[in-house]
């Protein structure tokens, strides 16, 4: 079973540095999980994943389930063995792909019917459903199936969804049964306070080893989504991981951190670097861009990634600009090893809650958006 | 300067086995080079190479003058800097992708004046600017401009190419003052034998450090080519590397070892890679075949690429019928291995010149094509 330690605090704060066991072995906290939403991290080895510093990562439920389907992935073991990363493994529940990629056929209190993105058939999906599918995953960590509305979504329709995911919560907790995978709930309810402090209350009820908090990073602003945070996180057990699903920019995760968020996933590191956007701690690079073009430099003089150790600025342009799969290849590594090394600076400086001299080395960390090329619209920033 | 020797000799027969030293270090021959067509070989860092056992690469001069241009290559210190690949480099002239590429235009005793197949402005290659683009890449073997006919060629075409070859091949020696690059002369011919002894011939006269044969693997059948190999490769001197150019298949690369030849380059281990198709020992595989669906098996039993190492063909289906770009990847990554324990068991029995064992371990040598999904047209088995 999962066990979670905290282990240092920021002083005066809420930040908290921790460890999570899981059966796969540990992983530091706060902890970014890079997205592999088909059983792969886009265009990069499990060992490649591991040595850009990441302990966890994410796999999603909707995707595996359509494609090649968890009885499958069963058969081979379990996912860790499936795609060969024998470390701590997250299934995201579907919930957001479900209502976000599908097109949906109908929403009752039993579960979704929807269309596949892929061929159009049609699938169901209940709390139960969901349960067996990520059984079958075997992940460390699974989640409770979650109604995710739009991020506009008023009052009442962000109620309503507050609603029927707690009935899902409540089942998803008794349905799953197996020890050695720890079940989180999702906090609902939108940008409204009151309805994500109900839900974190009732989830807490329910006793979850660890609790998400979904449905930010939908469209809000990056001031609703840290007035959410600020809210909602200290109402939730300081015992226990708080996962913030599908944030963000480096300027995102700090917040998130200061307000007590343990661990984050997002595609930003693997979508943006396939894009030719280099995450740096001065800023973004769109590495397109003709002033690369004599640039002997690597992407950050003292990153010590597999891409800035070999290659330049010039020579990654050069491969964007002739479609070679190296580049996103190239960009994707540094980006992922960026994100490790930024946590781990986290890391380094919660227990002081220095955040000038993280901004001071991070000035992306205040950057109000990821200032790239191909702008990533909020919906799209989840995997 | 290039310097070669050959270590040992098949008893009774032609194969042998040697060393090219390079301005920048050894490779063994037989050598196999993977294809880096524009300074990248496609997904695959330059270690990633390096581990595959290969030792010389091959980069093409007609991709790299239309981009980025050999003038920026040359501010990066050369095409090893540029692509941080530390080994031998081979730089292919051009002639062939002019002729099969791009639009031509007007082909005179000059040069050739074409569109190019990126942008369609006109460019024009002449042996002196080949040269010119060439000592700018800075490769270690550099190879002549050469008319490289189409493969159903008549004798009087065929012998026009040679003619302009023989002259161009003049030009580039007269032209080439550097000494850190070999510079390599072509033999064409099509499959006439005479017109391929009658330009040997005149070759050897010119004096070059090495000596390919070009417009093979153009569409001739096997027979033809091994015909072709059998008349002109021992007319080449013996002290020279011979390299035959855009071949290939593991039969091919055999018969034309035992005609004896040194060097190979193919686009088959990276482009069939990329077609989910991949070499074995006993024949290729269409890894999105339904059959790989449950199978835990590695690609190859006895394999210790990284792919073997750690996924199961069962995985590398699903990448490719998911489409993730790390399925590409794991299958070139593979090859690329195959393809350097291929040219290694080739060398350990070019001693004892015993081909019967050589084909009990690897039964493709045998097979008459590569037997994959997208047969490669032999056109396009050439970078």
Chains 1, 2 share one sequence.
């Not at 670097?273 to 701690?281: D, H, S, V």
């Amino acid at each position: 079973m999962l066990r979670f330690e905290v282990s240092a605090c920021e002083p005066g704060g809420r930040a908290r540095c921790g460890m999570l066991h899981t059966a796969h072995g540990p992983a530091r906290t706060p902890a970014f999980m890079p997205v592999g939403t088909q059983a792969a991290v886009k265009g990069i080895q499990a060992d490649q994943v591991r040595a850009s510093g990441a302990e966890v990562v994410l796999a999603n439920t909707y995707h595996l389930h359509l494609r090649p389907g968890a009885e499958l992935i069963a058969e081979f073991g379990g996912l860790h063995r499936f795609m060969a990363w024998d470390g701590p493994i997250l299934t995201d529940s579907g919930g957001y792909q479900v209502f976000s990629l599908a097109e949906l056929n109908r929403v009752t209190d039993e579960g979704v019917t929807f269309r596949s993105h892929v061929d159009g058939r049609e699938v169901r999906l209940t709390p139960a459903s969901v349960i067996e599918i990520q059984n079958r995953l075997g992940a460390d960590i699974i989640m409770a199936f979650d109604e995710c509305p739009p991020g506009d979504a008023d009052h009442a329709r962000a109620a309503g969804a507050v609603e029927r995911t707690l009935r899902w919560a409540e089942q998803c907790r008794r349905l799953h049964q197996r020890d050695d995978q720890a079940l989180f709930g999702i906090v609902q309810g939108g940008t409204y306070e009151e309805l994500r402090l109900m839900c974190a209350e009732r989830l807490i009820e329910l006793d979850f080893p660890g609790y998400a908090v979904g449905g930010l990073s939908v469209g809000e602003t990056h001031a609703e989504m840290v007035r959410v945070l600020e809210a909602v996180v200290p109402a939730l057990p300081a015992d226990r991981p708080r996962y913030l699903m599908g944030v963000g920019t480096p300027r995102d995760i700090l917040a998130a951190v200061r307000s007590g968020i343990d661990m984050f996933d997002c595609v930003l590191p693997t979508r943006n670097g396939r894009n030719a956007c280099a995450f740096t701690a001065t800023g973004t690079m769109k590495l397109r861009n003709e002033q690369f073009r004599r640039s002997e430099e690597p992407l950050e003089a003292d990153c010590t990634c597999p891409t800035c150790l070999r290659y330049s600025r010039g020579y990654l342009r050069h491969l964007f600009i002739v479609r070679e799969m190296l580049g996103p290849i190239l960009l994707t590594i540094h980006n992922l090893w960026f994100f490790q090394r930024f946590m781990a600076r986290l890391r380094d400086l919660i227990p002081t809650g220095d955040w000038a001299t993280m901004l001071g080395e991070f000035p992306i960390a205040a950057a109000p958006d990821a200032g790239c090329d191909n702008p990533v619209s909020p919906k799209r920033t989840r995997r």
